[in-house]
């Protein structure tokens, strides 16, 4: 690939990059268990978690890449790790 | 008031699972806000944010050399001013460019007093090229270039106190931070971006990969530092320390035995003697900061 001065990248083009292939275990998020805090969403290293409405945290599964930062932090434990069947 | 909903880092980033640095830099970018122009040298960050032709930066971004992130950034600075604009130079640089390699064009760059945000994600070794030993690489970690074994117990020097050496230069605000505390850090990068001149602030960011523990615990590991005393969060306005975050202290093994790069510390069997050395470090820290409760 020819690379000229001045090239650019799109903002946030590395969205091409499906970093959720990586993953071993996946996120289950139980709706009852959360306290609506929203720190998943905050320290999540992929930014991957939407706030989808009240007490509803969806992770992006093309990006997540299964750290468990989130399910260890979580304060009312609403976050599983599941192993992926692949 | 910070917009913790504000999302300028994008998706699709290389870091590795449960990286602190990029957990970091997602919690810095909302501090700062959108008006801001990023310069990074070389390091972890640089490389996995932009794989060419791909980028997660929704902010405008420079990579500069190893060494020269301040000078580049009193540049853009520089011509900022000149031209009446208002936007915001950050920079967000590693331990090792920040702490010995960039030292110099730091130093300048605070001399000067150029209106920029120097934050360094502080990993505690060069993690890009494979875990060697930097300036702020913590006594007694094992790293490539500091291997803990029959003759060694890993990094023989101590951390260097770049705070310190930055409020000498006279700058307005120098902090220091954890990824740990996402609230309290970005409150420090709302404050050190609206404060006019060089401001530093220092960010623990635990690095699974290099420290050796499981990317989910990379808070608990942040957290810890904190309520040992190995890490001590404050601000320094004008050179005075105002606000460092006081603990229930817990003894420094409970940092130490969740981590590899000291393993060596409680095998084959646990070393009081060396053990106690890096609780002195410490005990002086909380004496020097004053944070035992
Ligand atoms: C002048 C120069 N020397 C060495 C390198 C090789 N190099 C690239 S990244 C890196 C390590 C960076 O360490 P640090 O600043 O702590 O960032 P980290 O990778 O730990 O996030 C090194 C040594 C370089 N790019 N340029
Ligand atoms: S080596 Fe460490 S700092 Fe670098 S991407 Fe991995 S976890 Fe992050
Ligand atoms: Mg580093």
Not at chain 2, 129 to 140: E, H
């Amino acid at each position: 690939m020819p690379l000229n001065i001045g090239c650019t990248a799109r903002p946030g083009k590395s969205r091409d990059n499906r970093t959720g292939s990586w993953r071993v275990f996946y996120p289950v998020f139980v709706k009852d268990k959360c306290t609506g805090c929203g720190i998943c969403t905050l320290i999540c290293p992929e930014g991957c978690i939407e706030v989808k409405g009240e007490k509803e945290y969806v992770p992006d599964l093309n990006y997540c890449k299964g750290c468990g930062l989130c399910a260890e932090e979580c304060p009312g434990d609403a976050i599983m790790m599941e192993k992926e069947e692949k | 008031m910070v917009d913790k909903t504000l999302e300028l880092f994008e998706c699709g980033h290389r870091a590795c699972g449960g990286c602190g640095a990029s957990s970091a830099v997602r919690m810095i970018l909302k501090g700062a806000g959108e008006d801001t122009i990023v310069v990074s040298p070389t390091g972890c960050l640089e490389v996995f944010s932009t794989p060419y032709p791909e980028t997660a930066w929704k902010v405008p971004w420079i990579h500069s050399l190893f060494e020269n992130a301040s000078a580049v950034a009193s540049g853009i600075e520089a011509s900022l001013k000149r031209q009446g604009r208002k936007e915001k130079v950050v920079v967000i640089g590693g331990d090792g460019a920040t702490v010995d390699i960039g030292m110099l064009c730091l130093s300048g760059a605070f001399e000067r007093n150029h209106d920029i945000t120097y934050i360094c994600y502080d990993n505690e070794a060069y993690m890009n090229t494979g875990i060697q030993r930097s300036g702020a690489t913590p006594f007694d970690a094992s790293t490539t270039t500091s291997p803990a074994g029959s003759c060694s117990m890993g990094n023989k020097h101590q951390k260097k106190d770049i705070p310190a050496i930055l409020a000498a230069h006279g700058a307005p605000y120098v902090a220091t931070a954890t990824m740990a505390y996402p609230t309290d850090l970005m409150k420090k990068v709302e404050t050190a971006v609206n404060t006019p001149g060089a401001c530093y602030i220092q960010v623990h960011a635990p690095c699974c990969t290099g420290w050796g523990f499981d990317g989910s615990k990379t808070i608990e590991v942040g957290k810890l530092a904190v309520e040992t005393g190995l890490w001590v969060n404050y601000e320094m306005i004008d050179g005075v320390v105002k606000k460092a975050k006081k603990v229930k202290r817990k003894p420094v093994e409970d940092y130490l035995s969740v981590q590899k790069r000291f393993r060596h510390l409680f095998k084959p069997q646990k070393n009081d003697e060396e053990i106690a050395k890096v609780q002195a470090i410490a005990d002086r820290n909380a004496e020097k900061f004053g944070i035992d409760l």
